[in-house]
């Protein structure tokens, strides 16, 4: 069983018996390091959709705790002030953007809401696909605001967080990243997906103090996977990309 795998096991487990926590954050340094401690486990508890079942279908009403962050849907309300609900389907295709499974947000909106449950999470990344219509964003409990195309975000503040945009200008995929603390983030479009919502790990991925060679044969170890520990950019591969931020931190 991969990391990834036994960690949604475990967080579906706690989320059974009430007690879900973080995963553990006292793994200390050593010569064998256990794989649940790699990174911290610090986007563990992160939606990616990949372990929920492909063809879910959610609804307006609906709560779902996706690897232990309590989620809802919501009317989606549009540029008028009009509201109403479709559905959310995790899926494999349907866009181009990212890999493995993702969530399809059809004139619905949801909300993550991690204070409420797993706790607040600081400097979100997240994968979106945008093709067409409107969509909405609250951070915070802000007001929702309601726009066309997700590179207006890029630059703006919304419920003290601001907000970093690639892409985003016409239909295709794009990042957006979340500077500061998240505690709720809902987002609602007509045909969007998302993906990847995730807090970078740590770049130290032993845990040793320092980012080394170690770290390094640990990447390299994981190189092709979405193993988390080592997918600092959180577009769930482990490639070319992961290895140069990792030497950027090196030392
Ligand atoms: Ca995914
Ligand atoms: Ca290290
Ligand atoms: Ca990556």
Same mark, same amino acid.
């Given at each position: 069983?991969?990391?990834?795998?036994?960690?949604?096991?475990?967080?579906?487990?706690?989320?059974?018996?009430?007690?879900?926590? /973080?995963?553990?954050?006292?793994?200390? !340094?050593?010569?064998?390091?256990? =794989? %649940?401690?790699? #990174?911290?486990?610090? &986007?563990?508890?992160?939606?990616?959709?990949d372990d929920a079942i492909l063809g879910?279908?959610?609804?307006?009403?609906?709560?779902?705790?996706?690897?232990?962050?309590?989620?809802?849907?919501?009317?989606?309300?549009?540029?008028?002030?009009?509201?109403?609900?479709?559905?959310?389907?995790?899926?494999?295709?349907?866009?181009?953007?990212?890999?493995?499974? /993702?969530?399809?947000?059809?004139?619905? !909106?949801?909300?993550?809401?991690? =204070? %409420?449950?797993? #706790?607040?999470?600081? &400097?979100?990344?997240?994968?979106?696909?945008?093709?067409?219509?409107?969509?909405?964003?609250?951070?915070?409990?802000?007001?929702?605001?309601?726009?066309?195309?997700?590179?207006?975000?890029?630059?703006?503040?919304?419920?003290?967080?601001?907000?970093?945009?690639?892409?985003?200008?016409?239909?295709?995929?794009?990042?957006?990243?979340?500077?500061?603390?998240?505690?709720?983030?809902?987002?609602?479009?007509?045909?969007?997906?998302?993906?990847?919502?995730?807090?970078?790990?740590?770049?130290?991925?032993?845990?040793?103090?320092?980012?080394?060679?170690?770290?390094?044969?640990?990447?390299?170890?994981?190189?092709?996977?979405?193993?988390?520990?080592?997918?600092?950019?959180?577009?769930?591969?482990?490639?070319?990309?992961?290895?140069?931020?990792?030497?950027?931190?090196?030392?």
């Open positions: 069983m991969s990391r990834f795998s036994s960690l949604s096991l475990l967080a579906r487990t706690r989320i059974s018996t009430g007690t879900f926590a /973080r995963a553990s954050s006292t793994c200390v !340094a050593s010569a064998v390091v256990a =794989a %649940a401690c790699l #990174g911290g486990g610090a &986007n563990a508890d992160i939606p990616r959709w879910s279908v959610y609804s307006c009403g609906d709560a779902i705790y996706p690897n232990g962050v309590l989620t809802k849907f919501y009317q989606i309300v549009d540029c008028n002030g009009w509201n109403f609900c479709g559905n959310a389907q995790v899926v494999q295709g349907g866009s181009p953007c990212n890999v493995d499974q /993702r969530l399809n947000l059809n004139n619905i !909106a949801v909300s993550f809401e991690f =204070a %409420a449950h797993s #706790g607040p999470e600081d &400097n979100l990344l997240m994968t979106f696909g945008q093709f067409g219509g409107f969509m909405n964003i609250s951070i915070n409990g802000s007001p929702r605001f309601c726009f066309t195309q997700m590179g207006q975000l890029d630059g703006q503040t919304i419920g003290g967080v601001t907000m970093q945009v690639t892409n985003g200008f016409g239909n295709g995929c794009g990042t957006i990243a979340f500077i500061g603390t998240v505690d709720s983030l809902l987002l609602a479009g007509q045909e969007y997906w998302i993906d990847g919502l995730c807090v970078p790990t740590p770049r130290d991925i032993d845990g040793s103090g320092d980012v080394g060679a170690a770290d390094l044969a640990y990447l390299l170890g994981a190189w092709g996977s979405n193993v988390e520990y080592a997918d600092f950019n959180c577009d769930e591969k482990v490639d070319a990309a992961d290895l140069a931020i990792l030497l950027d931190a090196w030392g």
